[in-house]
């Protein structure tokens, strides 16, 4: 048996020996008690999220209590707890089912592993074009030498600096004229995307050089997000590898495009200077429908009737990520990822603590997404950048259309966390060596 499936075979067993055992402990020192202490916790849970979504979709008064509700319903549930002198009993119970939950997602780790994107030699760039924002990230240009370590490995360095905004793609498009046969940007993710537009169209491999606030599409390429100094390995020991871009209303974007209650929250004036309290007093406007335009969308057969906030993404999220804010395990996949929210009232609120089985949740992956709304123009924010567009905005992927060169070595992409599938966890601890053998995980 290979080492890959002994341990995927263990950690399954082991899964389902702490889940036993969960259910033994609440068995053997509550008795009949049981269902009452998960009745118990499951009213707290439903009761905390419906307060949270009052907390979010009320003011003033309203949102004050709905804050205390919030704090009040965990609390009442550890008082039922310790009144009955149970409390231990279900922390230990609560800490077998994190290590059986633990446990299984590993064994299922291992077993829908998908297979890394494939890479190939780089060639040697012999004029590499590289720009840079000084003021991204926080200054990381300068705070990491940026510039200096580029110039050392022989690439030419451009400063977006400058009393005003600079057109960043007419600025890589003269690079290539002036025979440039490598583009990088060292930058957020909307000027990545920009610079890797005129990439793809002039067929040249581009580097990406994480030097903005998060990076999201450097996090999803492996890279090395703490010390974006050491992409420019690449330059000299570098694979090259083929990822998707997509396109909505025409404009790149290497991440994702939002629709609704985030587009229009980072339209605000105020957000850059107050991200919370901006969102904060934006929010009840936007849940109950009093702002912004109505929404409908098509994806592949998937039509979203009025949904508050809609995500469409260059490959689709990890399964548990509603907010495109986690990990992408492929970005060479040609499809787009697209996730509608639909919360219209406390039981909605309630039900998105199932995940991806919550009622006011649906995702679906396509080619092509069409957003329209009841308005002309509506907030749209691609890749982070706030935007207004004319509808009805056409996204689109284009599949394995950049070439990216990144360095041999890096810390590499975490895998997204995949769903609890108990009747997968019982058929992987239950095999046996040869079907295992026979059958091997794909």
């Known amino acids: 048996m ?5 341990r995927q075979q263990w950690l399954a067993r082991a899964s389902l020996a702490a889940a036993a055992a969960a259910v033994l ?40 209590l709905a804050v205390l509700l919030a704090l009040a319903a965990p609390a009442w549930v550890l008082l039922k707890y310790t009144e009955a002198h149970l409390a231990w009993v279900v922390a230990l119970a609560a800490g077998l089912w994190l290590a059986a939950v633990g446990a299984g997602r590993a064994a299922l780790v291992l077993h829908d592993r998908p297979a890394p994107m494939p890479e190939r030699p780089a060639p040697r760039a012999r004029h590499p074009v590289l720009i840079m924002n000084p003021r991204s990230g926080g200054g990381k240009v300068d705070r990491f030498g940026l510039r200096e ?11 977006l600096e400058g009393p005003g905004e600079t057109d960043v793609a007419e600025l890589a498009r003269k690079a290539a004229a002036g025979g440039a046969d490598l583009l990088g940007v060292a930058g957020g993710d909307g000027t990545q995307a920009l610079v890797a537009d005129v990439a793809a169209a002039l067929g040249l ?53 939002s629709f609704g209650a985030y587009a229009e929250v980072v339209q605000s004036p105020s957000y850059r200077d107050g991200k919370s309290r901006t969102t904060l007093d934006l929010l009840p406007d936007l849940l109950m429908g009093h702002r912004g335009g109505r929404l409908t969308a098509r994806a592949g057969e998937q039509v979203f009737h009025a949904p508050q906030a809609l995500l469409v993404s260059n490959n689709p999220y990890g399964t548990g990520d509603i907010a495109g804010l986690g990990r992408r395990a492929r970005l060479d996949g040609g499809v787009l990822g697209c996730v509608g929210v639909e919360v219209s009232s406390a039981a909605h609120a309630a039900g998105l603590v199932r995940g991806r089985w919550a009622a006011g949740l649906t995702r679906v992956t396509a080619t092509h997404v069409v957003v329209d709304a009841d308005e002309e123009r509506i907030a749209v924010g691609v890749d982070g950048e706030a935007l207004r567009l004319r509808v009805p905005v056409h996204c689109e992927v284009r599949p394995r259309a950049l070439r990216v060169v990144v360095p041999r070595r890096r810390p590499g992409v975490r895998l997204a966390r995949p769903p609890m599938n108990w009747r997968l966890i019982v058929r992987l601890g239950l095999a046996s060596a040869r079907s295992q053998h026979a059958t091997p995980p794909h």
Do not use: M, Y
């Open 149 to 159: 370590k580029a110039g050392a490995l022989g690439a030419e360095v451009l400063l």
């Open 25 to 64: 402990v609440l068995g053997v020192f509550a008795g009949i008690r049981t269902f009452a202490l998960v009745g118990v916790g499951l009213l707290g849970l439903a009761v905390t999220a419906a307060a949270v979504w009052w907390a979010l979709s009320r003011r003033g008064v309203l949102r004050v």
């Open 2 to 6: 290979e080492p890959t499936v002994r």
């Open 205 to 257: 491999p581009f580097l990406v050089i994480p030097a903005g606030t998060r990076n999201h599409f450097a996090l999803d390429l492996g890279l090395d997000r703490d010390d974006p100094s050491k992409a420019l390995d690449a330059l000299h020991d570098g694979v090259e590898i083929s990822v998707d871009l997509g396109r909505a209303a025409g404009r790149p974007f290497v991440n994702n495009v």
